[in-house]
């Protein structure tokens, strides 16, 4: 992951990301995938995307998936003192990061799931 080109964090099997690769591929943006299920991030891949964002990682958790409700996620605190836990289960629980996460060319980066945001991507 390094800035310079556009990356989309991407599932197959989900909509929101299929209409994110169709909406780049209309718009002409040259990018590469990675299957973050396939391919999980780092906690420190963890930490600079959500520094892109300009983001907390319990802003990019999907927290009605089953195993986010099996580690009682809802109950974790939301402080610079908890991030740490958080990362350490995304990276061990890609099926929790929201999907798709477009890093862009610029150093940028967007949680693609709506049409606002695909907007801003080009």
Do not use: F
Request: charged fraction near 30%.
């Amino acid at each position: 992951m390094t800035t310079g080109h556009t990356e989309i964090w991407h599932n197959p099997r989900c909509t929101k990301s299929r209409n994110a690769t169709a909406h780049l591929d209309a718009a002409g943006v040259e990018y590469t995938v990675r299957r973050y299920l396939d391919d999980p991030p780092t906690v420190e891949e963890l930490r600079a995307v959500l520094a892109r964002l300009d983001a907390k990682p319990w802003d990019i958790t999907r927290t009605g998936e089953q195993i986010a409700k099996d580690l009682g996620m809802a109950s974790w605190g939301r402080t610079e003192a908890d991030i740490d836990r958080w990362l350490a289960a995304l990276a061990e629980h890609p099926k929790l990061i929201q999907r798709p996460i477009v890093l862009t060319a610029d150093g940028g980066a967007v949680v693609a799931r709506d049409d606002a945001a695909l907007r801003d991507l080009g």
